[in-house]
Nanobody, 128 residues
Framework: QVQLVESGGGLVQAGGSLRLSCAASGPTIGTYTVAWFRQAPGNEREFVAAIHWSNDIPLYEDSVKGRFTIFRDHVKNTVYLQMNSLKPEDTAVYYC?????????????????????WGQGTQVTVSS
């Protein structure tokens, strides 16, 4: 059983940066594709970025390309989301999701009902 814990959220001004962490305990997530999703009040949970299990190739949602970077530390069993040039519309609760041996395309089509393991979420608030 994989347990995921997100951290690193907070309040930041527009243009600022945050680094989110998704720390896994239990089995290694080396065979899991891991994605970040976000959910703003009143909205559906939406895909943000993912990193492939076998080669660490990333995939990004269009609105975060060039601003967000997803990367993995295999030793620490942790996936990170570096968020730069933050905008007020990035305000949301950010969740990580790990799915075993899953393609980037499959995880990117996910939602709150996606299979695999979820963390509890971390709040990101960007003020204008």
């Amino acid at each position: 059983q994989v347990q995921l814990v997100e951290s690193g959220g907070g309040l930041v001004q527009a243009g600022g940066s945050l680094r989110l962490s998704c720390a896994a305990s239990g089995p290694t997530i080396g065979t899991y594709t891991v994605a970040w999703f976000r959910q703003a009040p009143g909205n559906e949970r939406e895909f943000v970025a993912a990193i492939h299990w076998s080669n660490d190739i990333p995939l990004y949602e269009d609105s975060v390309k060039g601003r967000f970077t997803i990367f993995r530390d295999h030793v620490k069993n942790t996936v990170y989301l570096q968020m730069n040039s933050l905008k007020p519309e990035d305000t949301a609760v950010y969740y990580c999701n790990a799915q075993h041996l899953t393609s980037l395309q499959t995880i990117a089509l996910g939602s709150a009902s996606s299979p695999g393991f979820w963390g509890q979420g971390t709040q990101v608030t960007v003020s204008s």
